[in-house]
């Protein structure tokens, strides 16, 4: 048995088709026609066949399944099929994976021994080098499954967390599509569609890649007519391929056209690699397609998915709001009807005191005439008392001053006037509070009239005195005061808030001072100073606000102080509040003595 000496120096895995061809062809040249086949089951169609004219492949096939069908275990088989004489041998390499050899000649082709070993050894090389590659490409095939399902999960994970295409995201794209694809090199070209301004415009991101090459490369494409910013379909360049060029040579390239979910063209992915690893698959492009669909939809995805928490965070605040404003429009409502309370009791008192009035009126008339025929009738007792000690006898004037005693005489004389004077004075208290109830409660004109405001803070008093008497002691430090223009029932109303209020804030009798002074012709000063609990700091700025009140809810409308700061404004006047918490609370307004023209105003 003799070998080439470079053919038995070479180790299997060196092996290829060639070479076996070449042994094939020079040891075994007598015959006409030699047959080499390969298959993982008898299903399959030859692989790798040495022939000549002389035999077609109809025979050969024919002869290879006679050869599979009558294999005993035998190692040579004779066989004929249509008048064509050959010898062939069957050698499984695998239970699933065998290898053939047939050779043709005019009569039964006879092999020597050592031809036969030779013959056999060469098959089984064949097998086994085929075995082999078969296996190895199953395994890379694994690999790359293995590599897709890896970069495949964790890029999902990624698209996640994208919200837009900034340059961040194009870099991290470009190496997913190079490690998916088990690429040496690519880049990554922006197409004019994105409005990104952190992104350049038909600019090349790049991984591993010279701007130089960059630059041939793009030039080739063009010169083949293959334009970056019309891409739209991928395309696959190999050495010795139709669109290769120089460029190219030793190199697999991919061309991929990167499109969002309305097929308008983003970018363009150039994907390299050397000829030592296997070229781009249909199983490559698969993926990279899989990937960038799955990129852009979960772009879109993510934006709604923003869009929509967006929203509900809107709605949520706008819930929180509608919330709020129920709960207002609900405390306004409670306030509104408490003002229509106390507005209805104003009325009621404003109508009672006015049918008290007359009344009260005769009461008085009839005190004072009371008064009078109590001191006639006084005046009897006492001349009946001296006319019977000057003519009556001892025993009579003893009954007289004994009646006198009993009825206490002498205490009623002494004690009538003053019960009458007390109830005049009661009669024309009640009558001033009547009064000043009246004008307190009065329509409303709105009309400014020159008042002395120490008259108005005098009416005031009476009319509060119920709510401040167990309350507080007031102190009264009236200044000299020019009358002022103002509108009295608003004015008063303004007192009279402060003033409940003041007293209200009193835990404790305590006191409340009135201070009144002038700081030059056109204003005054009002000061109305308690020492009760105080304001506390957090609440002076919303102390004048509409419906806010530091009292627990039915005590206070909230409305008070809002309204006194109307009207002291309305009067062109300001009022200002100061407060320590345990000390006190001190209310000062300001007015003008004379209210502006509207001359003025304009000025």
């Not at 994970?157 to 088990?182: A, N, P, S």
């Not at 130089?212 to 080739?220: C, S």
């Amino acid at each position: 048995m003799s070998f080439s000496s470079t053919f038995y120096a070479k180790p299997l895995s060196s092996f290829g088709d060639s070479d076996y061809i070449e042994e094939l062809r020079n040891s075994f040249s007598r015959f006409e026609w030699i047959w080499a086949w390969l298959s993982m089951n008898s299903q399959d169609t030859p692989k790798f066949t040495l022939s000549s004219p002389s035999v077609n492949s109809a025979v050969a096939i024919e002869s290879l399944k006679h050869l599979i069908t009558s294999n005993s275990g035998k190692a040579w088989h004779d066989l004929s099929v249509n008048g064509m004489n050959a010898t062939g041998l069957l050698r499984p390499v695998t239970s699933e994976f065998s290898a053939a050899i047939i050779f043709f000649s005019d009569t039964t082709p006879e092999l020597s021994k050592e031809e036969e070993i030779k013959a056999e050894f060469l098959s089984t090389l064949l097998g086994l080098d085929k075995y082999h590659l078969a296996t190895r490409k199953q395994l890379l095939e694994t690999q790359r499954h293995v590599r897709y399902m890896v970069i495949w999960s964790e890029s999902l994970e990624w698209i996640k967390q994208q919200q837009r295409e900034d340059l961040k995201f194009c870099e991290e794209l470009l190496t997913r599509t190079i490690l998916l694809t088990d690429a040496d090199k690519g880049g990554l070209w922006l197409a004019n569609s994105r409005e990104n301004s952190d992104l350049q415009k038909n600019h090349w991101l790049k991984s591993r890649l010279p701007t130089k090459q960059l630059t041939e490369i793009e030039l080739a494409l063009r010169k083949k007519g293959i334009k970056l910013e019309e891409q739209n379909k991928t395309v696959e360049i190999d050495s010795g391929s139709v669109e290769s060029t120089e460029i190219f040579d030793n190199l697999h390239a991919l061309i991929v056209p990167v499109l969002d979910l309305k097929n308008v063209e983003k970018a363009v992915l150039l994907l390299m690699k050397s000829p030592k690893k296997p070229p781009f698959s249909q199983t490559d492009q698969v993926y990279i397609n899989l990937l960038l669909g799955q990129v852009y939809s979960g772009l879109e995805k993510n934006s709604l998915l923003r869009e929509l928490d967006d929203t509900n965070h809107k709605l949520r605040h706008e819930k929180e709001e509608q919330r709020t404003l129920i709960k207002q429009l609900q405390d306004t409502k409670e306030q509104l009807l408490q003002s229509e309370k106390l507005a209805s009791i104003g009325q009621l008192a404003a109508g009672v005191a006015h049918e008290i009035n007359n009344p009260i009126g005769f009461i008085s008339s009839n005190l004072g005439t009371l008064g009078e025929y109590c001191e006639s009738m006084l005046t009897a007792v006492k001349d009946m008392v001296i006319h019977v000690e000057k003519i009556g006898t001892k025993d009579l004037v003893a009954d007289f001053h004994q009646i006198a005693d009993n009825n206490e005489f002498d205490f009623i004389e002494e004690d009538l006037p003053g019960l009458i004077d007390e109830s005049k004075d009661g009669i024309k208290r009640v009558t001033t509070i009547i009064q000043d109830l009246k004008d307190f409660s009065r329509t409303d004109k709105g009309e400014f009239e020159y008042v002395d405001i120490h008259s108005v803070l005098d009416k005031t008093l009476n009319i509060a005195h119920n709510e401040i008497k167990y309350k507080a002691e007031v102190v009264k430090e009236y200044g000299n005061l020019p009358d002022i223009e103002v509108v009295e029932s608003q004015i008063g109303q303004v007192f009279l808030n402060l003033l409940v209020n003041a007293a209200h804030a009193m835990d404790q009798k305590g006191v409340i001072t009135i201070k009144t002074l002038s700081t030059d012709e056109r204003f005054i000063l009002i000061k109305v100073m308690d020492t009760g609990c105080g304001i506390p700091e957090k609440h002076i700025s919303s102390l004048f606000d509409p419906f806010f009140t530091t009292k627990p809810i039915g005590q206070g409308t909230g409305l008070g102080l809002s309204l006194s700061y109307g009207i002291v404004r309305a009067h062109h006047g300001e009022i200002r509040v100061e407060s320590r918490l345990g000390k006190g609370t001190t209310f000062t307004i300001r007015l003008p003595t004379n209210q502006p023209t509207e001359s003025t105003d304009d000025g």
